[in-house]
């Protein structure tokens, strides 16, 4: 042991050292920072520091105690004052150029140039920051080693005399302005969730996509590289000093990221919102491990379970927004009949949205995971079809529901027809509408897998009914003038035929034919193949019909007076007006004639 005169002189001499840089009393050691300087000063000041702590140890007298009290304060108060020189001469790593500009820009200008981002997407950066991978996430060294080294330093000698709060707190001030930054940079606002819930959706798509990409980099490298950085400045300074340092700076802006992502999960449900809600939950879902790695600490673990919660109502906020849907699509109220029978604004919006659906069929179905409500539980109901899945046993829930959307549509589509006065003009409107249902799902392979073989045909079957449907309801009658029957005088069925009987017969035709060349030369059938396949089903029955009775009875008429006022068409006239039916504009009310 050193004589005790020894240790008053070095007292002393570090006491002295200490109070050449006493801020509050000197102005040169206000204006330098002794950590500035050169090596040798920063180690004498540390060592004084070192030896005005171990002199507190030994001190007995009162007067000898109150001065190394008053020594230390002084060096407590410089040295947080050069902690703080520190972290903020060090604290712009993430500042790259392609990051100056703070004001987020929209999605379709906007790109993921910093060197965040193109770290996580293994693309080099300009920065010229290490990395030390870990999994998925991407660590960069937010400071030189030098200063790290000095930080430590200090921190160490802080914490030993007792001032860990205040080098917390100075570490996390520090710190979470630089997270801020960062923050702006990559256009995460500070939002409360009721300002979230407030902006219209339209935005909030915008904002959405921004987050997920935001996310990403925020966990996997700005929250990773600040827990490092805590780490490397903390560890095995006290009981988890490292830790209390990493969420002082980090959880207020982690709290912040998530709170966009819980506002979205218990925002009010409606349709347009599931795609981009299962883009959260992808997003979330897909971050979560990387978020355990980050975030595992005991005092950090209300972070995870705020992500995994989220992540609960997201799958929760999706699965309601599947059933409601199902409501909507089943009571949507609209009954007036759209013009000419062609696809209904329902179908369209019903099939194109369980074609989105289909493209998530892997999440879906893991979110997925009991039937649609069908069965018994309306078999009362005459405004909800009753639909039996007992033969559907070997299809995964998500499918049972995308078929039993496509038999609610079909169910409401069925009440529309309705709504049309003319019979024929309401089959062409369910065939039109069952046959869009069927394209739109061979369309699309995921989408047909899911529904199977045995859906498809029965929709194939109704499409193919409601045609069958329309050519009875309109030709029926019409092909009723082609008949013989009538036509001939009783008792003289070889020569004797009724001139009058087949005057009206012909009149009758010509006029039942030009109002259904009238009437549905204006329907439309959009679908090409659809539209041709029809006209020609129908001349197949009409046009041999007429040339048989034209070319039967032609002499009957020609040899008697006006003859052009009862054989008006020929038939190729017949043939070529077939042409103009179902294309939905309005034609001459009179038949193109090929005689003229």
Known sequence: MEPPGNDVVAFESAEKIILRWDSTASEDAREKMIFAGDRYEIDRYLQAVDEIQRSMEFATLSDDQNKANSAIQIAMARLEDEFRNILIAHTTPMEAESLTDSSPLPEED???DSPLTKD???????????????NSIREIDLMPSDAIYDLRCIAERMILAGYLRECIQVYG???????DSSFRKLGIEKLSIGDI???EWEILETKIRRWIRAAKVCVRILFASEKKLCEQIFEGLGTATDDACFMETIKGPAIQLFNFAEAISISRRSPEKLFKILDLHDALSDLLVDIE????????ESIRVQAVEILSRLAEAARGIL???ENAVLREPSKVPVPGGTIHPLTRYVMNYISLISDYKQTMSELIVSKPSTGSRYSSDPNTPDMDFAESESQTPLALHLIWIAVILQFNLEGKSKCYRDTSLAHIFMMNNVHYIVQKIKGSPELREMVGDDCLRK?????RQAATNYQRSTWVNVLHCLRDEGLHVKGSFSSGVSKSALRERFKTFNAMFEEVHRTQSTWL????QLREELRISVSEKLIPAYRSFLGRFRSHIESGRHPENYIKYSGEDIETAVLDFFEGYQVSQHIRRRSE
């Open 173 to 179: 001030s520090v710190r979470k302005s630089a997270v």
């Open 323 to 325: 059933s409601e849907f």
């Open 525 to 528: 059938i959009p679908d090409t």
């Open 120 to 134: 996580l997407e293994h693309q080099e950066s300009n920065s010229s920051c290490s990395y030390r991978p870990t």
């Open 110 to 112: 906007y790109e993921d």
């Open 293 to 300: 790695i980050v975030f595992d600490s005991k005092s950090s």
């Open 459 to 463: 929709l194939t079957g109704k499409f």
């Open 197 to 199: 819930q407030r902006l």
